[in-house]
């Protein structure tokens, strides 16, 4: 048909477009990161000791202030010492690119440092099982909550209110709470990812829900559509675009939650991994484990993007977005 | 017809132009009047009263309606702005209540809206994430049909307003147009006693109107179907109807029932007949009464300001 060729033609240069813009994106800060990393006048507050010289704590590899460093040439000139060599560098908290690079890697493959422990793949996996278990108890209570709230006013008005003032609790207030009544392992954490999204979750879909056009549902009932089947074949129907970019929203929303969560109790999944590398100062490591939740996340959420483009062929607002 | 008898003086209007009056029917449309009021009630408001409680206290937006409409009689509604034209029609659709009076639907009163009674909107209202064919078939799914069935209907109204091609299309791939016959599919395919339509060609751009006016009288032509139509385009409701219903506003009464003179079948090039001429003279006269022409316009919501600030250079007029 004539209009699925235009659109098709009109797509593939702007999503050409798009490609370039999203690299972009990506790109410049990747770009500020290595200028930081490997341009030796830019930053680079810290001095690498190669030569020790005459300075008896220097050891070669220690990190030292600039200050502190031309302080002790000084000291040593004036004592007619030999003196120190070393090369600018940055804190040990800011890891060059290539390291963390080569992290990204190596972080899969080397052994744990404790040997009962988790490797990181594992860590990762257990961590998607929280996020996943805790989203999927909040959306099987919250989306059909948020429906209703949104279709009937008077539901709305009993449980809103609570709701309301509810969402503005944190969540990890609840921690010690949901240890004391869920132990200690993932429960307390499911718990508060679950704390953390549902009620926002029924706030937002009740709206997304109320935004649905009146005159649909009043033509519907014309048609002789009434009760129950208005909600099953109207409501749900007419915001499920609507309803699956909230979802997505809201997925995001746990996985901040998840860090915190996954501290109260017995530390685990990927922020046990991170506190381990920093504890060991591999920071390459943390900035590595921090990237792959990142790209977990994200990628994630373009995987759900794409099957919703499928999902939803009558859904505009992505055409307007494409386009 | 019991509303209005409209007096001697004021059947006059048109005639000092060299038009007869409105009143006016050659046999032919005298005996076709004659004949509709032979035909059984479909649907019959009496007493019908509106009021609504708003911020300013409580407004009336209908008062005392009455009226009838016969079995395939195509009736029009037309009104100032604010006459409550659209409240009426959704009365009748079932989608608001009356705080008075009665609406019979065959001597049935109306409780709350129903399949025995469609109803096509102005904005559209077809529900996007169905294809054109599930939506036409929404209906008779709804009412108990087999998807065989449905879908058969389906084709079969869907080639009834030309759309049988775009079957498998969605809403939004469609035009204006060709989404408000969706619409009328969808809505008679539910079989039902009266059609009800509120302006639903008021966002179409003026051929598309016109096309959609005449597709509407041919299939109001060949099928058992009763027609209420609401508009405030004074050319659609002669074109289209047998009968105006011409409302003022505040609070929202009938003010006359026209029996349009102009002969049927219809055609475009009536627009300049004598009777058309007349007909449309005298519904201007009710909708913009001369006499209080001058004071609403100084005063009105839609008046002109006096002066303008002026934008452009000096002397850089365009009249």
Known sequence: MNIRILLTYLSRPSRYRGAVFTLGAFLLPVLLWCAVSY???????????????????????????????????KEMRQAGKPLPVGVRANPIYLPAPHEVARALYTAFTTAPEQRDAPWLHQSLWHSIQVIFWGFVLSSVVGVPLGVLCGTYVTLSRLSEPFVEFFRYLPAPAFGALAVAVLGIYDGPKIAIIFIGTFFQQVLVIANTTRKLD???????????????????????????????????ILLGWAWTYLIVAELIGTSSGITWFITQQARYQHFENVYAAIIIIGVIGFGSDLLFERIGRRLFPWDRTQERKSA | MNEHTPTPTEALPGAGNGLPSYLEQSPAVRERF?????????????????????????????RNINFQVHRREFVCVIGPSGCGKSTLIRI???????????????????????????????????????TVKRNVMFGPLMNGHSRDSAE???????????????????????????????????????????????????????????????????????????????????????????????????????????????????????F???????????????????????EEEAEGEDALPEKIIRFTNVGDNVE
């Open chain 1, 214 to 248: 009146t005159t649909i549902l009043e033509a519907a009932r014309t048609l002789g559509t009434r009760g129950w089947r208005l909600i099953t074949h109207v409501v749900v129907p007419g915001i499920l675009p609507d309803l699956y970019r909230d979802q997505r």
């Open chain 2, 152 to 270: 058969r209907e389906a084709r079969l109204w869907l080639d009834m307003v030309n759309l049988g091609k775009f079957a498998d299309a969605y809403p939004h791939q469609l035009s204006g147009g060709m989404r408000q016959r969706v619409a009328i599919a969808r809505a008679l395919v539910n079989e039902p006693r009266i059609l009800l339509m509120d302006e639903p060609f008021g966002a179409l751009d003026a051929q598309t109107r016109a096309k959609m006016q005449r597709h509407l009288l041919k299939i109001w032509r060949n099928l058992d179907i009763t027609v209420l139509f609401i508009t405030h385009d004074l050319d659609e409701a002669i074109y289209l109807a047998d009968r105006i219903l011409v409302l003022k506003a505040n609070p929202g009464e009938v003010q006359e029932v026209i029996e349009v003179p102009v002969p049927r079948p219809r055609s475009p090039e009536q």
């Open chain 2, 92 to 130: 009748l659709a079932g989608l608001e209540k009356h705080t008075a009076g009665d609406v019979l639907l065959d001597g049935q009163p109306v409780t709350g809206p129903g399949r025995d009674r469609g109803m096509v909107f102005q904005g559209y209202s077809l529900f996007p994430w169905l």
């Open chain 2, 272 to 294: 300049s007949t004598p009777e058309f001429r007349a007909t449309k003279a005298r519904l201007e006269a009710l909708i913009h009464p001369p006499e209080a022409q001058g």
């Open chain 2, 34 to 62: 004659a004949q509709l009021q032979q035909r059984k009630v479909i649907l019959e408001v009496r007493d019908l009263q509106k009021r609504y409680k708003s911020l300013q206290g409580e407004t009336e937006a209908l």
């Open chain 1, 39 to 73: 341009v030796p006048f830019i930053w680079h507050p810290m001095v690498k000791v190669e030569n020790p010289g005459g300075v008896d704590y220097f050891t070669p590899g220690m990190l030292v202030d600039r200050s502190e460093f031309q302080d002790q040439m």
